[in-house]
């Protein structure tokens, strides 16, 4: 069974290239031909004359390549074959277009096929699109017809398939954009009695619709969204005729929620000793802030009197393990304003400045022949960590701004809520009271 993946290079090529032209991993061991291949270009000048035609297009920059990985069941085909079917591939895919070469790995139980190509074409100087459906319509198609004539499996897939993001956040039960929108599709669902009035509950929550006779794929857009997000790519139980469904079903009492409510999360209890009582610290600053946070994200149970947050603010539960890691960051270090964070920025790369400085030396002496790899690869070690908690710095720097706008905003929305709410007591209080005459 043939499976394949692909994998834009977005820099160094020429590392790439070495790895896929690994004799160790192309050799046969019975002192057989080497399984590489090159289309289009000359096996052992592929990386120069790629990038010769990058310049000579004026096309350096962006993705650099493509490498896709064509992988087979162990014991289905032998290496020849392999790579022979991945020439194969390769060349009815890229035509008389794109430079690439090809080989066959050895290294694993399972054979694979590496194919590494240019991403600007040599004859007219197009780039080549790597999109989601030219995987499923070009590559996977492609790959499928070439299995089928040398009698490999090739694997039919059950379903329409999804994005990568929307699928590894379901796996590991992050929120999504999708997702949200279905939460607000259904909360508009039970709320309303008929179709018109569906849409109209959407409206009023912010989104705006793309629907009608000329339209041929109704789409939503969330509020402060990008782009439309048509309702056949939410899944079953959200286009047209499953949403008239669904409110027929309201109508007639049948509970229609798709969503199934979270379940609460475990609680385990440690049995142990009692343990001496601390003062209680009070956040503040920084700190204080991304608790906040974190609080409106839904970390911990919000009352029930909160008003519903804005769309955009609920759509930061896509970052919040992002925001948590920041949160631990702080609290490790005791950082609470932007002079903290500013120290603890130039501490982290006078240390790093300091490390580089002396692993520059080594290099310098390993080029006399001394033998000091031991010594770099502990600084490079010791640099790693460092570098990162530096990058964190520059991130919290950029997500407080963001906070705290996305804070107020939920201010505003209370406030807003509070004001409807004083304007429909008054107006209940102000109106005149009715009394019926006394029964005679």
């Not at 160094?12 to 160790?24: F, I, K, Q, S, T």
């Not at 279905?182 to 629907?211: C, H, P, V």
Request: positive net charge; proline residues 6%; aromatic residues 8%.
């Amino acid at each position: 069974m043939a499976y394949d993946k692909i994998i834009p290079v977005r820099a160094r090529l020429d590392h790439c290239a070495d790895y896929v032209l690994n004799p160790e991993k192309t050799s046969l061991p019975d002192g057989g031909p080497r399984l590489a291949t090159a289309i289009n270009c000359q096996l052992d000048t592929a990386y120069r004359d790629m990038m010769d035609t990058k310049r000579r297009w004026g096309k350096s920059g962006g993705v650099q390549g493509y490498h896709i990985i064509h992988s087979y069941t162990p014991g289905e085909v032998t290496p020849m074959e392999a790579h022979e079917m991945g020439v194969e591939l390769a060349q009815r895919l890229l035509g008389d277009k794109y430079e690439a070469i090809v080989s066959t790995h050895l290294d694993h139980d399972h054979l694979h096929c590496h194919i590494l190509f240019n991403s600007v074409g040599f004859m007219d100087g197009a780039k080549f699109r790597n999109t989601f459906q030219d995987y499923y319509r070009d590559i996977r198609g492609i790959s499928n017809e070439v299995s089928r004539a040398h009698g490999v499996s090739v694997i039919e897939p059950e379903a329409k398939g999804e994005h990568y993001a929307e699928w590894s956040a379901g796996q590991s039960g992050k929120a999504t954009v999708r997702g949200l929108i279905r939460q607000d599709m259904d909360a508009a669902i039970n709320s309303a009695f008929t179709y018109q009035t569906f849409w109209e509950q959407l409206a009023r929550m912010g989104y705006t619709i793309k629907r009608g006779p000329n339209v041929k794929h109704t789409a939503v857009r969330p509020p402060g969204g990008a782009r439309f997000i048509r309702l056949a790519s939410l899944g079953d139980g959200y286009t047209e005729d499953a949403i008239k469904e669904r409110l027929a079903g309201v109508r007639s009492g049948i509970s229609t929620a798709q969503s199934p409510p979270p379940k609460p999360p475990r609680r385990y209890t440690v049995k142990r000793g009692p343990l001496p009582r601390r003062p209680r610290q009070k956040l503040k600053g920084f700190r204080a802030l991304y608790v906040h946070y974190l609080y409106l994200l839904g970390i911990r149970r919000p009352s029930p009197k909160r008003p519903p947050l804005p769309f955009s603010v609920r759509k930061e539960v896509t970052r919040l393990n992002r925001y948590v890691a920041q949160f631990r960051f702080l609290q490790a270090n005791r950082v609470d304003n932007a002079a903290q964070l500013a120290m603890l920025g130039d501490a982290l790369q006078a240390e790093i400045d300091a490390l580089t400085d002396q692993r520059k030396d080594l290099y310098r002496r390993k080029r006399r022949g001394q033998d000091v790899d031991g010594e770099i690869q502990a600084i490079t070690q010791k640099l790693r960590p460092l570098r990162q908690k530096l990058k964190t710095c520059g991130q919290i720097e950029q997500s407080v701004q963001h906070i705290r706008s996305q804070t107020e905003l939920c201010r505003d929305a209370q406030r807003k809520e509070q004001e409807h709410q004083k304007a429909i007591t008054k107006t209940c209080q102000a109106r005149p009271q009715k009394f019926s005459p006394p029964d005679r």
